[in-house]
């Protein structure tokens, strides 16, 4: 394996043509991005925002997009490096008389890896998504849940270096969901680099180190989710024991909320420092000192809701 990137766009473009008209949809619109090995990246978006389109263009099934988009350090759309991705998408249909087992044996042998190997590796990955007492029995008997566990292991067992994710918690019960989670922090841990669709916030909060937010084919907003969800500048302090009440009153000349035990205010360090020195010396102990944070629905549907991006 060399030091490329697993998957790296360049002022990515799309537009769609609709019938014998010039104008089409604008898909994506010069987007940039790159992801680095072993990352776990969350790609979210509101309905229509390109997240679709931009994994067709990464995996070589749309036509029509211009600036670059590289996997591995190869253009997307190059056989050699289509062989080293693993990919899920949304709504997928196994073929229903195939038996869980016999799927990952055809996905597997799609991507080039033989019976023998994979006899010993698909017990592995039936256990991994919980699915090997109905390994025998065909797909059109599973549930959309086992579909997608299934489907999440097919798209994992000749083992890639970088896999797509479209939604894979979908219609999965919270207990699957936990294995899922645990898959995905297990391929982080390998090294493989992992492109997460999810409109589940708190699963990407989760489990994602970067993210970005895309809409209407433009990125919006991308970063750490520390840097995402940077904080508010509410200060909160929580105090061992009530404040007294003279100290109480200089406090709210300060423009300090003051409510039992818990004091809050706007401020950046040099203010939080002289609300610790007028606390200190007025003889009160003090138990936690937090910055409030956004979460990132909070951030996702204030940048979406303003974004006024227009085409
Ligand atoms: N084959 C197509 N022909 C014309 N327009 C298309 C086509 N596929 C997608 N689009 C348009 O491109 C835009 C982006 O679609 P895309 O499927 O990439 O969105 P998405 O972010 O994946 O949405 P969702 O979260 O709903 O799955 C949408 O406005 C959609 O209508």
Same mark, same amino acid.
Request: hydrophobic share 40%; with cysteine; glycine share 10%.
């Given at each position: ?102 799927? /990952? !044996? ?5 991507? +080039?890896?033989? %019976?023998?190997? &994979?006899?010993?590796?698909? @017990?592995?990955? *039936? ?97 750490? /989710? !520390? ?5 508010? +500048?509410?200060? %909160?302090?929580? &105090?061992?024991?009530?404040? @007294?009440?003279? *100290? ?64």
């Amino acid at each position: 394996m060399n030091n490329e990137s697993p998957l790296r766009v360049e002022n990515l473009s799309m537009r769609y043509r609709r019938g014998l008209l010039r104008h089409g949809h604008q898909a994506l619109d010069s987007v940039s991005l790159e992801v680095g090995r072993g990352q776990v990246f969350g790609l979210l978006g509101p309905n229509g925002a390109g997240k679709t389109t931009l994994i067709k263009v990464l995996l070589g099934l749309a036509v029509g997009w211009s600036g670059r988009a590289e996997l591995f350090g190869e253009p997307a759309n190059h056989r050699a490096a289509r062989n080293r991705v693993g990919y899920l998408p949304e709504s997928h249909r196994l073929p229903p008389y195939l038996t869980g087992r016999k799927t /990952l !044996e055809l996905f597997g042998m799609m991507c +080039g890896r033989d %019976r023998r190997w &994979l006899r010993e590796r698909i @017990p592995v990955w *039936l256990e991994k998504v919980d699915m090997t007492r109905d390994a025998d029995r065909k797909i059109r008997e599973y549930s959309k849940g086992m579909q997608q566990r299934v489907g999440l292991a097919a798209a994992l067992v000749h083992e890639p270096d970088l896999v797509f994710l479209d939604e894979p918690t979908d219609g999965v019960d919270p207990v699957g969901r936990a294995a899922i989670r645990e898959v995905i922090a297990e391929l982080r841990q390998r090294g493989t680099t992992v492109f997460l669709n999810s409109h589940l916030l708190l699963e990407v909060e989760r489990m994602c180190d970067q993210i970005v937010i895309l809409d209407k084919g433009r990125i919006l907003k991308q970063g750490s /989710l !520390e840097q995402l969800t940077n904080d508010t +500048g509410t200060v %909160r302090v929580v &105090l061992a024991s009530e404040p @007294p009440p003279d *100290l109480r009153v200089r406090l709210a000349e300060r423009e300090l909320s003051v409510d039992g035990l818990g004091l809050e205010f706007l401020g950046e360090q040099p203010e939080v420092d002289l609300v610790v020195d007028q606390l200190r010396a007025a003889g009160c102990s003090i138990r936690s000192i937090e910055r409030e944070k956004n979460d990132l629905e909070d951030v996702f549907i204030d940048l979406v809701q303003g974004s006024g991006v227009k085409q």
